[in-house]
């Protein structure tokens, strides 16, 4: 099944590696706020959204977003999304060493850092302890600019918008 962006937003920017087999990040800007807050949106790998289609995750984050009531992320107008690993891949996902990409930790880094909330939407259920104690030094770093963080209680791809993601204690 082929996704589409929502109809408010344009795709800003999107990093690939040069041989297309790692996406670094996805930004997303709505069309009609020029000011607002950043989200940067971290999950787990990449599908194959990017500048011309959406998938089924990325879909479903842009509705909860921009379309949906969150009091959280009323002042967002843009979402960049990052991923604990960069390797595209849509089915039998294994987490390698080989697949965080060699650009990844830098990235993500550097957009937490751009950020004024943080969503982590890899769901409870993520079993990479490296990548998520990796992921957390950084946030804790970050929690001393009082950043905001959250947690979606499942991966996007099976979410729900009801009750979705709940505040995230590093």
Request: proline share 1%.
């Amino acid at each position: 099944m082929t996704y589409k962006h929502i109809e408010d937003v344009i795709i800003t920017n999107v990093e690939f590696s040069n041989d297309k087999k790692f996406r670094y990040k996805l930004e997303i800007q709505l069309k009609n706020k020029n000011n607002g807050e950043t989200l940067c949106v971290i999950m787990q790998n990449p599908s194959y959204a990017d500048k011309n289609i959406a998938d089924k995750s990325v879909n479903f984050l842009e509705k909860l977003i921009f379309k949906r009531e969150y009091e959280v992320f009323s002042k967002i107008n843009k979402i960049i999304i990052v991923n604990q690993f960069a390797y595209i891949q849509t089915n039998d996902f294994r987490g390698s060493f080989e697949q965080i990409g060699e650009k990844n930790n830098k990235i993500i880094e550097k957009c937490i850092e751009e950020s004024d909330i943080i969503l982590i939407a890899w769901g409870k259920s993520n079993s990479f302890k490296n990548r998520i104690d990796f992921i957390n030094k950084i946030l804790q770093k970050e929690q001393n600019c009082n950043k905001k963080c959250y947690i979606t209680k499942k991966h996007p791809s099976r979410g729900f918008y009801n009750n979705f993601i709940e505040e995230y204690n590093v």
